[in-house]
């Protein structure tokens, strides 16, 4: 077995041994990458040079002795959205094309202070708004299972380079299921935290009361290997939980004793792909093979999850996004051609007779903004801006907005009612399986509910992991979702090595 094989455990174990240096391990990753991203497109950036250097600084201090950290020598990938000190750090977008960060994100700093090896930087949708990595502005990442599909979104970079072994664990965001999703078309394990668990200090904001970091690995193990070096309290962040981290790692392995799973009514009804629900409900089987108990739950706002969720991001991310304006933050036009452009516009009209309309144009200080925006931003952030602005404005807020922050408080109702019976909720993560490349992206509505089984876990603030759980007749993973109460990760990847020990959907590869 090659490497870039083993899980990020095991190759914990072989590099504390000194069976392999970390050198080793990320040449290994680095010969990969070069054989199989130009295909996958998982990656935005790898400096190789820069990633072994690091691992050469590791392997020096293992030798001498020196104390490490809990990723010692691990190459790990970053989805392009975390400032990270000195690197670019464009979000896939144009408007942040040349941005470098002047800090480090607290995930960033963690990562170099647990001596994890940055591999690079992987690929997304645009400022994270997407469901298939289609929609950034650079390049289409693929799915490693079938070329022609998406590897969901919009961590989709994050996702595919895990499951192409490009790298051992990687870091990507969930607004409304954006580690999940991807992770389940994917076929790797993915885990989106409890809202606060994880600073979001440096992470540029789409939906800031939404955004959560979490760890994307091939097993729940890894994932708490990663989560437990990710999470914590961070003073930099003001809706960080400040409560202790437990040992994700340590606790992983042992087994859930009374477990009782909730399986929501309305997660089965129409819309529900007939492979996606057998390979879920076998999962469920499973489980209670297992000695779980599973037993019906209702989720009767559901229904309101994917309207209530794109009022609320949308307008999140007009607010958020509103900086980027080529004055203060981001892309600015080219000032002279501007210019040229106001003054030959205005030199028409006036020789048109049109004195009124002359003296009536945009200043130049608006064009800039107008022009910086344009091009800066892809469509699907425009559209997004345009529906939270359209919100949030005189008139609306009342009928969109503030409707739906009290249908967001049913949601969390019912999550709290559930929960009083359950100790996780069990069901599927995604509709259907990888859907092609170019299928959805004309159609946002579609591509919408995409996220139908997600957005509630971000709206409720609770956490969620998928884990693969089957394949489909054309051999694409599927992925179940465990949900679990706030702070209740320990449960949750507890649940999801359970059900890894007893098959091995995690462990199948794609060929590339």
């Known amino acids: 077995m090659a490497l870039y094989e083993k899980t990020a455990t095991e190759l914990v174990g072989l590099l504390a041994s000194g069976q392999v240096t970390s050198e080793e391990v990320t040449k290994a990753y680095a010969e990969r990458i070069k054989a199989v991203d130009g295909r996958v497109g998982a990656f935005l950036r790898v400096d190789v040079d820069a990633a072994l250097a690091q691992a050469r600084g590791i392997d020096e201090r293992r030798k001498r002795g020196d104390k490490l950290g809990r990723l010692a020598g691990l190459p790990v990938a970053v989805k392009d959205l975390l400032c990270s000190h000195g690197e670019l750090t464009t979000c896939a977008s144009k408007m942040l094309e040349t941005y470098r960060a002047t800090y480090d994100s607290t995930v960033v700093a963690k990562l170099k202070a647990a001596d994890a090896v940055l591999l690079g930087r992987t690929n997304m949708d645009e400022f994270a708004m997407g469901g298939s990595t289609e929609n950034s502005a650079f390049q289409k990442t693929r799915n490693p299972w079938d070329l022609e599909r998406t590897p969901g979104g919009s961590s989709g970079g994050a996702a595919a380079c895990v499951a192409a072994d490009e790298a051992c664990l990687s870091i990507g965001t969930d607004t409304g299921g954006s580690i999940r999703q991807p992770a389940a078309l994917c076929g790797v394990t993915g885990l989106k935290p409890t809202y606060g668990r994880v600073s979001r200090y440096g ?42 981290v437990p040992e994700y790692s340590k606790s992983v392995r042992e087994p859930l004793k009374g477990l009782t799973l909730g399986l929501v009514r309305e997660h089965f009804a129409a819309g529900l792909d007939g492979e996606v629900e057998t390979a879920v409900r076998e999962a469920v089987k499973t489980y209670e093979s297992l000695g779980a108990k599973v037993k019906e739950v209702s989720f009767p706002h559901a229904k309101y999850g994917v309207a209530v969720y794109y009022i609320i991001a949308p307008c999140e991310a007009s607010s958020n996004l509103a900086r980027y304006d080529g004055v203060h933050y981001g892309r600015r036009t080219d000032e002279k051609q501007l210019a040229a452009e106001l003054d030959a516009e205005r030199k028409q009209l006036l020789a048109a007779g049109k004195k009124r309309e002359a003296e009536q144009l945009d200043t130049s200080l608006v064009r800039l903004y107008r022009k910086s925006r344009a091009e800066g931003f892809g469509p699907e952030v425009k559209r997004r801006i345009m529906l939270g602005t359209y919100a949030l404005s005189a008139g609306y807020y009342d009928a969109y907005y503030l409707k739906a922050l009290k249908v967001r408080r049913l949601i969390r109702q019912d999550y709290d009612k559930a929960f009083e019976q359950c100790d996780l909720i069990v069901g599927p993560c995604t509709t259907a399986p990888a859907f092609k490349i170019g299928e959805k992206v004309d159609d946002p509505l579609a591509m919408y509910l995409v996220d139908l089984y997600t957005v509630s876990a971000n709206l409720a603030g609770v956490g969620g992991i998928s884990i693969p759980c089957g394949f489909s007749k054309a051999g694409l993973p599927i992925g179940l979702q465990l949900q679990g109460p706030p702070l209740a990760e320990d449960k949750l990847l507890r649940a999801a090595h359970m059900y890894q020990t007893a098959t091995d959907w995690h462990t199948r590869r794609p060929k590339l």
């Open 203 to 244: 992470l540029v904001a789409f939906a800031s009361s939404l955004d959560q970091a979490g760890p994307m690995a091939r097993t729940a193990e890894d994932a708490a290997l990663l989560l437990e070096v990710m999470a914590g309290h961070d003073p930099l962040d003001a809706t960080s939980i400040d409560q202790p």
